[in-house]
């Protein structure tokens, strides 16, 4: 059943800051909050060529609490994606946004285990993190905890116009989730009415299958009409060709981490339904829509 706090019509009136809005998730993010005709301003770190009509960008750092302000000042939600692997940071962040007061949607990880006393990796310790930052602060986010992003697949995409052959860490099987479920999710709640804001637990999206790497190729391979396949590299050489595709170290080895000791999950919930209406999509539609990403 959809989730009762799903919103309806339309919110000329609303207005949001996007971080993160120049990633694949942030862009389909602003994409449908411009299509509910809400004022949308987005927060990044340099000056495009090509600003988004109708978008306000605010430029700088989100560590940096001036540009914060300035940045919260006339918003009524923010869509907060941490790009750190630190969560220290973020305590003059929580601060600006307690005295900004907007409804706050944070999207963390599926793989959080509430039950432990440390997280399997440290991308998704961060996560973890965040979410009990912004509690103690006492924003009572709404928190999206994400599947594995299917647009991750993008990176693929180099590989692909070389030869039919994925090489790369191998991670666990995992409901990956299409990033426009999560988009259509997130705008939900952020524009959901003032009177019927979320008070569940953590949603946790995910899309409508399990799936390991060398399925999702073998899906996408049938989209693009070519029989392709994975192959998984050793931790030291992954190392080394992630160091030189010009990757940071440290995101490096978090990588490494999380493909080592991550576990599988099973678990595929309804949460994107309750909160858009509408099952979550595959992967395999995924792969057909996007096409073009891998010519």
Avoid at 60 to 79: E, S, Y
Avoid at 231 to 247: E, F, I, N, T, V
Wanted: hydrophobic residues 45%; glycine residues 6%; negative net charge.
């Amino acid at each position: 059943m959809p989730d009762t706090h799903r919103p309806t019509g339309t919110h000329h009136h609303a207005s949001v800051l996007v971080t993160g809005a120049a990633g694949s998730l942030g862009r389909e993010v602003v994409d449908r909050l411009q299509e509910h005709g809400a004022r949308v301003r987005c927060l990044v770190r340099r000056h495009t060529t090509r600003p988004r009509p109708g978008v306000e960008p605010v430029i700088g750092d989100l560590t940096d609490p001036t540009v914060l302000r300035d940045a919260l000042r006339g918003m009524d939600a923010v869509l907060l994606l941490w790009p750190l692997l630190d969560s220290a940071p973020a305590h003059e962040l929580a601060a600006e946004l307690v005295a900004a007061a907007p409804r706050v949607v944070y999207v963390s990880s599926t793989a959080i285990d509430d039950e432990a006393a440390q997280q399997s990796d440290p991308i998704v310790q961060v996560h973890a993190d965040m979410e009990v930052l912004l509690r103690d602060a006492g924003l009572r986010p709404v928190v999206l905890r994400s599947d594995t992003l299917a647009s991750n697949a993008r990176g693929w995409a180099a590989q692909l116009r070389a030869g039919d052959v994925i090489a790369g860490s191998d991670i666990a099987r995992t409901a990956v989730v299409d990033e426009r479920d999560v988009a259509d999710a997130a705008v939900a709640v952020l524009l959901a009415p003032h009177d019927a804001r979320p008070t569940l637990p953590p949603y946790v999206l995910t899309g409508p299958e399990v799936l390991s790497r060398a399925d999702q190729i073998a899906r996408l391979g049938a989209a693009l009409g070519r029989r392709l396949s994975f192959q998984s590299l050793p931790a030291d050489l992954a190392r080394s060709r992630m160091l030189a595709d010009g990757r940071p170290e440290r995101l490096v080895e978090a990588l490494l981490a999380a493909s080592a000791n991550r576990p599988e999950s099973h678990r595929v919930t309804d949460h994107v339904e309750r909160l858009t209406g509408r099952p979550a999509g595959t992967f395999a539609r995924w792969a057909v829509d996007h096409v073009a990403d891998f010519g």
